[in-house]
């Protein structure tokens, strides 16, 4: 597979913000997928699918302990690209507010 491809699989998972939000919560550390479901407003089926999606990106690896199923940030880079949006954001909000 290109290059190119693949970073675009990577844009495009973090870009909707439910993925994103899933991956900020995984920021601390390894959470079963009943706890990620349990703090959402969406059904079981469709945080499955969006894990599943960040899982294919290579953003979050997965692993069965028990009878759970425990997800994870696979590469830490992502919180960079992550830290590095939020910084935009920020920059734009504080020039949007200076012209004010």
Known sequence: MNL???ETK???AL???????LVKKLTSGERCV?????????TQPNISQHLKVLKDADILTCERKSNKLMYSIKHKEV???MKLAQAMVRLEI??????N
């Open 10 to 12: 990577i844009y495009k």
């Open 79 to 81: 919180l960079d690209i």
């Open 34 to 42: 009943c706890d990620l479901f349990d703090e959402s407003e969406f």
């Open 4 to 6: 190119e491809i693949l």
């Open 15 to 21: 870009s909707h913000p439910v993925r994103l939000e």
């Open 94 to 99: 504080n020039s949007l507010l200076e012209k």
